[in-house]
């Protein structure tokens, strides 16, 4: 498992015998048990690591501990150490995010913290974690999941960070709720008492309390400055010498500590400063010494600033300040032993199999030939890994003409710049990416005239190229004939023995097969995607192609289908990766996602919302932007169908629309669920017609003229569907509009609307899109009613029924509301779908009754006598007091505290005391009984 880890940023360091042990902040950080934040911060120098070390070697049940470096700013290398540090301490936490974070699949590092973070807290065991030198973070995208982690950090959970600076975000929530515990620099600076015991353990001299005290105070109780101080013997006539500036004091103690070393020792430690941890071996490579295990005894036994990074005494590093005077001093007296220094050390690391450091060395040596060999082999590892950044990183800091050289750099840095930007859209200019291609393409003549074209190198470099050019393609909105050409070539020539290519290509060609319409050729591709993800081992990707097959089915009207791809693709990812600890449960969410349509779509829907609400939080942390918007739509209709007033049922429209950025078809997508709000809420209702209008021409929405695809940058999955809901949602408009005001008055005739409808429906059917078209053809059925063709209505309701009942539609046909009444009636008592009819129909009556907002087919407002037969009670009177001034349920339920099914309860009652059909007509009594004015309680 820890496999391609440093173990020793994983373990505690090890605490030299003479520490002070300073066991008044050890009592203070055990005092803060119940702190989810602890924070260490002082400058270099005041003691932080030795603290923590100390502090965690003396609990009996010992802290998880990640000692970071720069390295470190790559986002899945600081995730990976991150819960790898969490599983060595406790076993059973963090194996499956370590596994997400090494998948090829890509998955989103947000999402794997997310399921980080959820099985810390399930686990319900107390779990800390320690994080030194946090200030070498520097990376925006590390700081900003990291941050997101401390927002949702489950109360089971401590984190105790140390630093040199502040950190770069708010934790002001924590401080205000008591959960932030802060040791600062005044804390660790060493009291006289403290620093007269350093002075007893280090100088190993005589040192009187007047020396003490002048020195403690000069050095201001900084840890480093005092023990450099006690070590180099402290001369009473140069006490002058010791300035308040910590980097001055570094070097005048660097010149009384290092000088006063014999020769070999100050080679030693100039020679061993390149390196960033060390060990006798590797010192021995570097220096060319034979001794560096003795050295390194004398070094530790006379406490000169080294830090032992494991248990065993093994691995140690200089203190941070110490290596930087030194390697400053070597790179002034010896730049010429730099380079040769470096250079070994990359041999050293590159035979003992730690490539990052092996390739960081042989770049500071210049030595290209070295790096360009490591780089080539474990760059491309590197991304297969999921640590595209990582490779970025190495590629880039080779010279362009070395890259150029050589055609397996150049394909591996394409790849790692394409990979980081599916989630960015063009954060890096296709250009760039599409220029490392051609330079890879140069080399193809060649390898093929002395190789063959069945050479591995041939086709290793040829196969990479041809699916790379596949993706952007698609990316950049090739005309599909030629992406489909491109993924059928590369299939034919390269997939055979290479489940990656064919997963990448299968699942891009079901992607452009999707756009095109042909939805056959889609669910052919993603099966295939699928079972090559299964066989790669690619989990995401495969979990990603069935939850896209279940979307597909459901579209194409195969409820059952949908039904059944859902519940083998769920059992299916649990055996093959939830099971053995590469999938957290959290990538399971799609699945829910679609189990909470099926749910809505059978009018089951409290268990639709348990459904949606358990998947939204995942799906949104994956990332994939269509699911994202499937699940804002699912929570849309299910608050709409609660009764929700439209200050519930906006946030997530407005989500939507933030989505633009990603989807163009969002904007407009948020307007068509919006005007059916109106519309399903305020049927036949003027304003309601009116707003929707409005709503229609602020977005652009029009049967003819799409300006979305006119300017698309890139394509996201379903974007026809959504097209085609746009459309269905205007035509309902427009018929909606003639209801209310007829020919001459309304802006479409019906003629115009059922001639739109049928080209629609001609379009559905040619397209298979079953779901839509049940839609269209129930909205025909309402169209063919109000012109008067009642045998015109009851075939179209027919045929939707045919369609639908068998696959289990149902929340579709009672989401029309009062104006299908009419129709169902005239089927029921026309013997057409008897059943169905009445099962649809007593759900549409008892939903108006519990909302009573919508007005009655005969229209009126209901109002009688001025004073209702009944008396209405107290709370009855408060609440049509609220109905008056324009509340609604929710807000009614809100000022009384009450539930919303309680306030529609009180509607109906209230509504039938006072004979009116509606909340329009319900005020207007409310006037007429001097019953208005203010929304409080009786």
Request: hydrophobic residues 45%.
């Given at each position: 498992?820890?496999?391609?880890l440093?173990?020793?940023?994983?373990?505690?360091?090890?605490?030299?015998?003479?520490?002070?042990?300073?066991q008044r902040?050890?009592?203070?950080?055990?005092?803060?048990?119940?702190?989810?934040?602890t924070?260490?911060?002082?400058?270099?120098?005041?003691?932080?690591?030795?603290?923590?070390?100390?502090?965690s070697?003396?609990r009996?049940?010992?802290?998880a501990?990640?000692?970071?470096?720069?390295e470190?700013?790559?986002?899945r290398?600081f995730?990976?150490?991150?819960s790898?540090?969490?599983?060595?301490?406790?076993?059973?936490?963090?194996v499956?995010?370590?596994?997400?974070?090494?998948?090829?699949?890509?998955?989103?590092?947000k999402?794997?913290?997310?399921?980080?973070?959820?099985?810390?807290?399930e686990?319900?065991?107390?779990?800390?974690?320690?994080?030194?030198?946090?200030?070498?973070?520097?990376?925006?995208?590390v700081?900003?999941?990291?941050?997101?982690?401390?927002?949702?950090?489950?109360?089971?959970?401590?984190l105790?960070?140390s630093?040199?600076t502040?950190?770069?975000f708010?934790?002001?929530r924590?401080?205000?709720?008591?959960?932030?515990?802060?040791?600062?620099?005044d804390?660790?600076?060493?009291?006289?008492e403290?620093?007269?015991?350093?002075?007893?353990?280090?100088?190993?001299?005589?040192?009187s309390?007047?020396?003490?005290?002048?020195?403690?105070?000069?050095?201001?109780?900084?840890?480093?400055?005092?023990?450099?101080?006690?070590?180099?013997?402290e001369?009473?006539?140069?006490?002058?010498?010791?300035?308040?500036?910590?980097?001055?004091?570094?070097?005048?103690?660097?010149?009384?500590?290092?000088?006063s070393?014999?020769?070999h020792?100050?080679?030693?430690?100039?020679?061993?400063?390149?390196?960033?941890r060390?060990?006798?071996?590797?010192?021995?490579?570097?220096?060319?010494?034979?001794?560096s295990?003795?050295?390194l005894?004398?070094?530790?036994?006379?406490?000169?600033?080294l830090?032992?990074?494991?248990?065993?005494?093994?691995w140690h590093?200089?203190?941070?300040?110490?290596?930087?005077?030194?390697?400053?001093?070597?790179?002034?007296?010896?730049?010429?032993?730099?380079?040769?220094?470096?250079?070994?050390?990359?041999?050293?690391?590159?035979?003992?199999?730690?490539?990052?450091e092996a390739i960081?060395h042989a770049?500071?040596?210049?030595?290209?030939?070295?790096?360009?060999?490591?780089?080539?082999?474990?760059?491309?590892?590197?991304?297969?890994?999921?640590n595209?950044?990582t490779?970025?990183?190495?590629?880039?800091?080779?010279?362009?003409?070395?890259?150029t050289?050589?055609p397996?750099?150049?394909?591996?840095?394409?790849?790692?710049?394409f990979?980081?930007?599916l989630?960015?859209?063009?954060?890096?200019?296709?250009?760039?990416?599409?220029?490392?291609?051609?330079?890879?393409?140069?080399?193809?003549?060649?390898?093929?005239?002395?190789?063959?074209?069945?050479?591995?190198?041939?086709?290793?470099?040829?196969?990479?190229?041809?699916?790379?050019?596949?993706?952007?393609?698609?990316?950049?909105?090739?005309?599909?004939?030629?992406?489909?050409?491109?993924?059928?070539?590369?299939?034919?020539?390269?997939?055979?023995?290479?489940?990656?290519?064919?997963?990448n290509?299968?699942?891009t060609?079901?992607?452009?097969?999707l756009d095109?319409?042909?939805?056959?050729?889609?669910?052919?591709?993603l099966?295939?995607?699928?079972?090559?993800?299964?066989?790669?081992g690619?989990c995401y990707q495969?979990?990603?192609?069935?939850?896209?097959?279940?979307?597909?089915?459901?579209?194409?009207?195969r409820?059952?289908?949908s039904?059944?791809?859902?519940?083998?693709?769920?059992?299916?990812?649990?055996?093959a990766?939830?099971?053995?600890?590469?999938?957290?449960?959290?990538?399971?969410?799609?699945?829910?996602?679609?189990?909470?349509?099926?749910?809505?779509?059978?009018?089951?829907i409290?268990?639709?919302?348990r459904?949606?609400?358990?998947?939204?939080e995942p799906?949104?942390?994956?990332?994939?932007?269509?699911?994202v918007?499937?699940?804002?739509?699912?929570?849309f209709?299910?608050?709409?169908?609660?009764?929700?007033?439209?200050?519930?049922?906006?946030?997530?429209?407005?989500?939507?629309?933030?989505?633009?950025v990603?989807?163009?078809?969002?904007?407009?997508?948020?307007?068509a669920?919006?005007?059916?709000y109106?519309?399903t809420?305020?049927?036949d209702?003027?304003?309601?017609?009116?707003r929707?209008?409005?709503?229609?021409?602020?977005?652009?929405?029009?049967?003819q003229?799409?300006?979305?695809?006119?300017?698309?940058?890139?394509p996201?999955?379903?974007?026809?569907?959504?097209?085609?809901?746009e459309?269905?949602?205007?035509?309902?408009?427009?018929?909606?509009?003639?209801?209310?005001?007829?020919?001459?008055?309304s802006?479409?005739s019906?003629?115009?609307?059922?001639?739109?409808?049928?080209?629609?429906?001609?379009e559905m059917?040619?397209?298979?899109?079953?779901?839509?078209?049940?839609?269209a053809?129930?909205?025909l059925?309402?169209?063919?009613?109000?012109?008067?063709?009642e045998?015109?209505?009851?075939?179209?309701?027919?045929?939707?029924?045919?369609?639908g009942?068998?696959?289990?539609f149902?929340?579709?046909?009672?989401?029309k509301g009062v104006v299908?009444?009419?129709?169902l009636?005239?089927?029921?008592?026309?013997?057409?779908?008897?059943?169905?009819?009445?099962r649809v129909?007593?759900?549409i009556?008892?939903?108006?009754d519990?909302?009573?907002?919508?007005?009655?087919?005969?229209?009126g407002t209901?109002?009688?006598g001025?004073?209702?037969?009944?008396?209405?009670?107290?709370?009855?009177?408060a609440?049509l007091?609220?109905?008056?001034?324009?509340?609604?349920?929710?807000?009614?339920?809100?000022?009384?505290c009450?539930?919303?099914?309680?306030?529609?309860?009180h509607n109906?009652?209230?509504?039938?005391?006072?004979?009116v059909?509606?909340r329009v007509?319900a005020?207007?009594?409310?006037?007429?009984?001097?019953?208005?004015?203010?929304?409080?309680?009786?």
């Open positions: 498992m820890f496999e391609d440093i173990r020793t940023k994983i373990h505690i360091p090890g605490v030299r015998t003479r520490l002070i042990g300073r902040l050890k009592h203070r950080l055990d005092e803060a048990e119940d702190c989810k934040l924070l260490v911060s002082a400058p270099a120098g005041f003691g932080k690591t030795s603290l923590l070390a100390g502090w070697l003396d009996g049940n010992q802290p501990w990640f000692s970071i470096d720069p470190d700013n790559d986002p290398i995730w990976k150490y991150f790898a540090a969490i599983t060595r301490a406790y076993p059973d936490i963090g499956s995010a370590m596994e997400m974070l090494q998948s090829p699949s890509g998955i989103p590092v999402a794997v913290v997310r399921a980080l973070v959820n099985e810390i807290f686990k319900n065991q107390n779990v800390v974690l320690i994080l030194d030198d946090f200030h070498l973070i520097d990376s925006d995208k700081l900003s999941v990291f941050k997101y982690f401390i927002d949702y950090m489950p109360d089971n959970m401590r105790i960070i630093t040199r502040e950190l770069p708010s934790i002001g924590l401080k205000l709720q008591g959960h932030l515990q802060q040791i600062t620099t804390d660790l600076r060493f009291t006289a403290e620093a007269a015991m350093l002075a007893g353990l280090v100088a190993g001299r005589s040192v309390e007047s020396e003490v005290l002048a020195i403690a105070e000069r050095c201001e109780g900084w840890s480093a400055g005092l023990q450099m101080a006690f070590l180099a013997g001369k009473k006539d140069n006490g002058s010498l010791f300035p308040r500036m910590q980097e001055h004091i570094i070097d005048y103690f660097m010149g009384e500590v290092f000088l070393q014999p020769e020792m100050r080679s030693f430690l100039l020679e061993t400063s390149i390196l960033s060390l060990n006798p071996p590797l010192c021995d490579a570097v220096t060319g010494r034979q001794d295990a003795e050295i005894a004398q070094l530790r036994s006379a406490d000169m600033f830090v032992e990074l494991d248990r065993d005494f093994f590093r200089y203190h941070q300040m110490f290596a930087d005077a030194l390697y400053a001093r070597l790179a002034r007296e010896h730049p010429g032993r730099l380079g040769l220094l470096h250079s070994r050390a990359a041999q050293w690391f590159k035979e003992n199999r730690m490539p990052g960081h770049i500071a040596a210049r030595d290209w030939n070295l790096a360009v060999q490591l780089v080539t082999k474990h760059a491309a590892i590197a991304i297969i890994r999921g595209s950044l490779a970025l990183r190495w590629i880039r800091a080779l010279p362009e003409s070395k890259v050289e050589s397996y750099l150049c394909i591996t840095y394409a790849w790692a710049l990979l980081p930007n989630s960015k859209f063009a954060s890096v200019p296709y250009s760039t990416i599409e220029y490392f291609l051609a330079e890879a393409e140069k080399f193809r003549p060649a390898l093929l005239e002395s190789e063959g074209p069945e050479s591995r190198a041939y086709k290793t470099i040829t196969s990479y190229i041809d699916t790379l050019r596949v993706h952007l393609a698609y990316c950049r909105n090739a005309p599909r004939d030629e992406v489909i050409k491109l993924g059928e070539q590369t299939l034919q020539k390269f997939s055979s023995d290479n489940v990656f290519i064919r997963t290509i299968f699942f060609l079901a992607l452009t097969y095109s319409g042909d939805l056959d050729a889609c669910s052919a591709c099966e295939e995607a699928r079972s090559a993800a299964f066989i790669g690619f495969a979990v990603l192609s069935d939850a896209f097959r279940c979307g597909l089915a459901r579209i194409r009207g409820l059952r289908e039904e059944m791809i859902n519940e083998n693709g769920l059992r299916s990812a649990k055996e990766f939830v099971a053995t600890n590469r999938l957290s449960t959290e990538m399971l969410a799609y699945f829910d996602l679609h189990k909470a349509y099926l749910l809505l779509e059978r009018n089951y409290d268990e639709a919302e459904a949606a609400e358990r998947a939204l799906v949104k942390a994956l990332g994939e932007t269509h699911s918007l499937d699940g804002y739509t699912l929570m209709y299910i608050r709409l169908l609660q009764g929700a007033g439209e200050d519930a049922v906006l946030p997530y429209l407005r989500k939507m629309e933030n989505l633009s990603y989807c163009a078809r969002a904007r407009p997508l948020a307007a669920l919006r005007i059916r109106l519309l809420r305020f049927p209702d003027a304003e309601a017609v009116f929707a209008y409005a709503l229609a021409e602020q977005y652009g929405l029009s049967l003229h799409d300006p979305v695809e006119e300017n698309k940058l890139y996201v999955p379903f974007e026809r569907m959504m097209r085609k809901t459309m269905l949602s205007l035509i309902h408009l427009y018929l909606s509009d003639y209801r209310l005001h007829g020919d001459g008055k802006r479409m019906l003629k115009e609307v059922t001639g739109n409808l049928n080209t629609l429906l001609e059917r040619s397209d298979g899109l079953g779901e839509l078209e049940i839609d053809l129930i909205l059925s309402v169209a063919h009613y109000t012109g008067g063709d045998k015109a209505a009851i075939d179209a309701l027919k045929k939707a029924v045919h369609l009942d068998p696959e289990g149902f929340r579709i046909f009672v989401n299908l009444v009419p129709v009636e005239k089927c029921i008592k026309s013997g057409v779908c008897v059943d169905f009819a009445a129909l007593q759900v009556r008892s939903e108006i519990t909302e009573a907002e919508a007005e009655t087919e005969a229209g209901g109002i009688a001025a004073e209702p037969e009944t008396p209405l009670s107290r709370q009855e009177q609440i007091r609220m109905i008056a001034t324009g509340l609604t349920n929710q807000e009614i339920a809100e000022n009384l009450i539930s919303v099914a309680t306030v529609k309860t109906y009652n209230i509504f039938k005391k006072l004979n059909s509606n007509a005020a207007e009594k409310a006037r007429q009984m001097g019953i208005e004015g203010r929304a409080g309680g009786g």
